[in-house]
Nanobody, 122 residues
Framework: VQLQASGGGLVQAGGSLRLSCTASGIDFSDYGMGWFRQAPGKEREPVAAITWSGSSTYYADSMKGRFTISRDNAKNTVYLQMNSLKPEDTAVYFC????????????????WGQGTLVTVSS
């Protein structure tokens, strides 16, 4: 199983980035997908999650209204559109797959990608 995240980089505060995560080795449409992030010295925290069909999405409070999770099952890919970025959004962003309903709980996820670094400058 591989979850390949991409799209990270350096952006100024107020800017936008779109992360992608492409899965292989799983039946992607069976899995809820989530995005999580981990800043230096901090625990991994939830960002957003989406059910297998894309019909339901969930967001951590601090991301609501700024981030949008979506998926394309035909491309085995989940996306995270991040707008109005803040310096405190700086972190490594991970995608993860959950065989079941999508949640914002780290412990529920079965497979993890390697992460992509997002740096927001002030």
């Amino acid at each position: 199983v591989q979850l390949q995240a991409s799209g990270g980089g350096l952006v100024q505060a107020g800017g936008s980035l779109r992360l992608s995560c492409t899965a292989s080795g799983i039946d992607f449409s069976d899995y809820g997908m989530g995005w999580f992030r981990q800043a230096p010295g901090k625990e991994r925290e939830p960002v957003a999650a989406i059910t297998w069909s894309g019909s339901s999405t969930y967001y951590a409070d601090s991301m609501k209204g700024r981030f949008t999770i979506s998926r394309d099952n035909a491309k085995n890919t989940v996306y995270l559109q991040m707008n109005s970025l803040k310096p405190e959004d700086t972190a490594v962003y991970f995608c993860a797959a959950d065989l079941g309903i999508a949640t914002l709980r780290v412990s529920e996820y079965d497979y993890w990608g390697q992460g992509t670094l997002v740096t927001v400058s002030s």
